[in-house]
């Protein structure tokens, strides 16, 4: 059984910088993607990063430049530095892991806060 630990989230002013990490543990298994979708208040679920196995990244056009993601292929991590947040930054963010034989696991969500 594969768990999947999140960290970082909080409350931050606006033009501040957040880290959010994620893990995955317990059952082998190898990662096709990783990333983080976000959902904000009366808002969709949205991608907002993603990095595959090839290491191609991907972001929402509304976080490009600010954000970065990143990984640790040892530790089955995901980060995902935040900079230059804005008040519509805030939201639940969700890891997710993609395993090569299709299964999906999701972190517990975060919530990051952006307000002054």
């Known amino acids: 059984q594969v768990q999947v630990a999140e960290s970082g989230g909080g409350l931050v002013q606006p033009g501040g910088s957040l880290t959010l990490s994620c893990a995955a543990s317990?059952?082998?298994?190898?990662?096709?993607?990783r990333g983080w979708y976000r959902q904000g208040p009366g808002k969709e679920r949205e991608l907002v990063a993603r990095?595959?196995?090839?290491?191609?990244?991907n972001y929402v056009d509304s976080v490009k430049g600010r954000f970065a993601i990143s990984r640790d292929i040892a530790k089955n991590m995901v980060t995902l530095q935040m900079n230059t947040l804005k008040p519509e930054d805030t939201a639940i963010y969700y890891c997710?892991?993609?395993?090569?034989?299709?299964?999906?696991?999701w972190g517990q969500g975060t919530q990051v806060t952006v307000s002054s």
């Open positions: 990095i595959t196995s090839g290491g191609t990244t």
């Open positions: 997710y892991f993609v395993a090569w034989d299709g299964d999906v696991y």
């Open positions: 317990g059952s082998e298994f190898s990662i096709r993607v």
